[in-house]
C-alpha cells in the first residue's frame, strides 16, 4: 500500500471533535438544502441533466451521458452551446446588463468597473480580432498574461469562436512556454508586455520572444496588450498590440453554436513523468459543473454577492472559479492583479473591504502565511461582508480552517473546504453551506451527483475509519476528456489502477473518519504540492540534470509550515564543479527557474556524494524526505549501500 505523504498528524485529525453547524439564517435561504443528496442519488443523471438546465442551450441534448468508450465521456450528446453566450451575452439579455461583472484591482492601485454590457462588447472585439487574424474552431491560442480583464477577455472570445484557449501561468519560463506551444500545436500567442508583481513590473513578451526562438513552432501571431510600460522588442508581421487589432474592431459579434463536446481548453498539469499533461476539457459538461458547484458550495446569491477568488487565472482554480463559473452564473466578482503584501500585509483585506466582499476563495499557503503576519493587520480592516470562506489547493490544516474561520470570519462565516483537479475540472467534495456541519480540516463529503470512494489497492472499500487511495466512481460532467495528444497515457495515468472496477484513480490519499467523512492527505505519487502549486520531483530532477554542472538528482517535497510542502533536493555533481560551494547551489536554484518558473526553485540543494538507491538502481526518496524532515531514517536494508545515508544524513547536518 502507498503511504500517503500527509499521513503524519491524521492520528490528530481524526480526533479533531470540533463541528460547526451551516448558520441558521444562511441554511434557511441556502441554494441547496439536503434533499439534493437524496434526489442525485436517485436519479444522478437526471439531476445533472437539472443542472445543465442553468445554462441556455441552443439545442438540447438527446442522452445525458454517452459511457459507452469508456474512460471517453460524452456528456450531454448533441446538445449544442456557446460558453461565451452563456458568461456574458444571456446576462445582458436578460436585462442585467448594468450589473458588473468584474472590479478589477490593478497592483499599483489602479481599478476599472466593468459590467457585463462591457465584457460583452469587450468579448466581441476580441472575437472580431482573432477571426481577422485567422483563427477559427479547432485552433489552438495560447494565452500568456497578468491577472486582467484581457486575460478574462481572451478566454471568453477563444470559447466564442470554438477555438481552444491554452492558458500558461505567467510566472512559466520561456522553455515551458515552448513546450506547451509546440505540444498544443497554437498559432497566435496572447500576452502583454509586463504586469505588475511586488511593486514592480514583470517582464512578459520577453519571455515569449525568448521561447518562440527555441525552435520550429506554429505561431503566426503574437497579441500584445499594452500594461507594464517596458520596452518590448517587435517582430514586424508577427507581432500586433491588442489596442490597434481588438481595440478597434467592431463590439457586436454573432456568435456560432458548438457540439457540447467541443474542446473549451487544454490546461497544462504536472504528472508523474517529467512531461506536463495537457488536460483536455469540453464544453457542455464542464460549464454545467462549475456553474452547479460555483452556486451550491458558495450558496452565490448573484444579487447581492461580491465573489472574489484570490487564485490566477493561469491555474484550473481560475478558469473554473473566476471564469466560467462565476460567470455563467452572471455573479460580480473581485480581480485582483498582485501579492497580498504590496504595497503592504494588509492589501487582501483593504480589497476585500473596498468592494464589500461576501464570498472569498483562497489557499490554505495563503491563510498559513497571513497567520504568520499576524492576526492585527486583517483587524485593522471591516471584513464584516463576509458570509461565507472558500479553501482549495492543498489539504487545510485544523490550526490553519479555524484561524481562518476566527479571524477572518469573524467565528460566523461556514468554511468550505473544496477538493478538486485539474482533471475534475470543477469542485467533487466539498460541504453544503446550508447543510454540512463542518469539521476543521474535512473537506467532508463528495457533493450532490458526485460519487467517491476511499478504497485499499485491491479497489476494495475501507470501512469508516480506514485510510486508502482517493477514487471517483462513476463519470462526472467536467471530467477530463483526455490529455491532449496522448490517449495511452490518460488511460494508464487515471484509469489502469483500478481498471476492473472503472474508477478514476485521483492521486491522492484518504481517510473516512468514524462518520464517514472525507480527510484528504496529499498526494500519493511524485507529484509534489508547493503553495497549492503541483510540480512533479521528475521535472525539478530533470532541469537539475540538464545543467552541465550535474551528474544526478533526486527531488522530494518536504512537509513546509507555510508552504505545504517544499521542494528539496539532493544533487551528485560532475568531478570538476563538486567545490563549487554556495555559488553552484544558487545557480542551481536559479537554473531550475530559468527552466521551469521561479515556482520550481527547490527550498534547499544539497551536494550529496551518491544517492540512496535500491539494487536495481531506484531512488529511493522515502529515505531522502526522511532526511528533508529532519526525520529519523527508515528502514535502509534495500539499498544497494546502507551506508550512503550516514553520509547524506551527517551532510545535511552540516548544510543551514
Ligand atoms: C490537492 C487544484 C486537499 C490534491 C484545484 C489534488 C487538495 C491536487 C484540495 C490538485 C483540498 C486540491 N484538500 N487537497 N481541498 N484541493 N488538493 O490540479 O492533492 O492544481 O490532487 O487543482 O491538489 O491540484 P490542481
Known sequence: MTEPTASEGLSNLLHEQRRFEPPAELAAAANYGASAYAQASADR?????????????????????????????????????????????????????????IHFEGEPGDTRTITYAELGELVAQAANALTSLGIAAGDRVAIYLPMSVEAVVSMLACARLGAIHSVIFGGFSAQAIFDRVVDADASLVITADGGYRRGKVFALKPIVDEALAKGETGVRTVLVVKRGGNDVDWTEGRDQWWSDTVGTAATVHTPE?????????????????????????????????????????????????????????????????????????????????????????????????????????????????????????????????????????????PEAWMWYRRVIGGDRCPIVDTWWQTETGAMMISPLPGVTATKPGSAMRALPGVSVDVVDDQGNPVPDGGGGLLVLTEPWPSMLRGIWGDNDRFIETYWSRFADHGYYFAGDGAKKDSDGDLWLLGRVDDVMNVSGHRISTTEVESALVSHPSVAEAAVVGATDPTT?????????LRGNAADGGSAMVTELRNHVAKEIGAIAKPRQIMVVAELPKTRSGKIMRRLLRDVAEHRSIGDVTTLADSTVMDLISSGMAKTP
Not at 480589497?351 to 497567520?371: N, S
Not at 505545504?564 to 551528485?572: D, L, Y
Open 564 to 572: 505545504g510542502q517544499g521542494i528539496v533536493a539532493f544533487v551528485i
Open 45 to 101: 443523471l437526471g439531476f445533472w441533466e437539472t443542472q445543465a438546465r442553468r445554462l441556455d442551450w441552443q439545442t438540447e441534448w438527446s442522452q445525458a451521458l454517452d459511457w459507452s468508450n469508456a474512460p471517453f465521456a460524452r456528456w450531454f450528446v448533441g446538445g449544442r452551446l456557446n460558453a461565451s453566450v452563456n458568461c456574458v451575452d444571456r446576462h445582458v439579455a436578460a436585462g442585467r446588463g448594468d450589473k458588473v461583472a
Open 257 to 397: 453554436f458548438f457540439d457540447a463536446e467541443n474542446p473549451l481548453f487544454i490546461l497544462y498539469t504536472s504528472g508523474t513523468t517529467g512531461k506536463p499533461k495537457g488536460i483536455l476539457h469540453t464544453t457542455g459538461g464542464y460549464l454545467t459543473q462549475v456553474a452547479y458547484t460555483h452556486n451550491a458550495a458558495f450558496d452565490l446569491k448573484p444579487d447581492t454577492d461580491v465573489y472574489w477568488c484570490t487564485a490566477d487565472i493561469g491555474w484550473v482554480t481560475g478558469h473554473s472559479y473566476i471564469v466560467y463559473g462565476p460567470l455563467a452564473n452572471g455573479a460580480t466578482q473581485v480581480i485582483y492583479e498582485g501579492t497580498p503584501d504590496t504595497p503592504h500585509q494588509g492589501r487582501f483585506w483593504e480589497i476585500a473591504a473596498k468592494y464589500g466582499v461576501t464570498l472569498l476563495y483562497t489557499a490554505p499557503t495563503t491563510i498559513r502565511t497571513f497567520m504568520k503576519w499576524g492576526e492585527d493587520i486583517p483587524a485593522k480592516f471591516d471584513l464584516s461582508s463576509l458570509r461565507l470562506l472558500g479553501s482549495v489547493g492543498e489539504p487545510i490544516n
